[in-house]
């Protein structure tokens, strides 16, 4: 088994970690601060985490290309969509592929995230 943490420069903590709990319903694994404050955002039960990292050097430089894509396996729920605006996401259009396969958002840091429809099975 391999585990991936995706990093990302985050100027403002607060708003970015409510945009992934409170509109994706990810989790604080840890957090802490020293040389940089960090929020490490995932899932308990996955190998995987979201960290984004904090102070006075992170400047986020996002493309429309840095895609955080999360695969459903099925249609993106209307509730999940809301919840995710109220938290600060904007919809975005992506792509036709994207925009066809799923829904994009830009998190208040300007990165995309992708909410597939797709199942990671049958993703192209």
Same mark, same amino acid.
């Given at each position: =088994?391999?585990?991936?943490?995706?990093?990302?420069?985050?100027?403002? $903590?607060?708003? @970015? @970690?409510?945009?992934?709990?409170?509109? $994706? *319903?990810?989790?604080?694994?840890?957090?802490?601060?020293?040389?940089?404050?960090?929020? =490490? $955002? *995932?899932?308990?039960?996955?190998?995987?985490?979201?960290?984004? !990292?904090?102070?006075? *050097?992170?400047?986020?430089?996002?493309?429309?290309?840095? +895609? +955080?894509?999360?695969?459903? *396996? &099925?249609?993106?729920?209307?509730?999940?969509?809301?919840?995710?605006?109220?938290? &600060? &996401?904007?919809?975005?259009?992506?792509?036709?592929?994207?925009?066809?396969?799923?829904?994009?958002?830009?998190?208040?840091?300007?990165?995309?995230? !992708? $909410?597939?429809?797709?199942?990671?099975?049958?993703?192209?």
């Amino acid at each position: =088994m391999i585990d991936i943490r995706i990093a990302r420069p985050c100027p403002d $903590l607060a708003v @970015t @970690t409510r945009f992934y709990t409170e509109g $994706l *319903g990810l989790e604080v694994l840890w957090q802490g601060s020293g040389e940089h404050d960090i929020v =490490m $955002l *995932g899932r308990r039960d996955a190998a995987w985490h979201l960290e984004l !990292v904090g102070g006075s *050097g992170a400047v986020p430089a996002p493309s429309a290309e840095d +895609l +955080l894509v999360l695969y459903l *396996g &099925g249609p993106v729920d209307d509730d999940l969509v809301r919840r995710i605006e109220a938290s &600060g &996401g904007r919809r975005v259009s992506q792509s036709d592929y994207w925009d066809r396969w799923g829904v994009t958002f830009e998190d208040p840091d300007g990165y995309r995230l !992708v $909410l597939s429809t797709r199942a990671w099975s049958n993703a192209e």
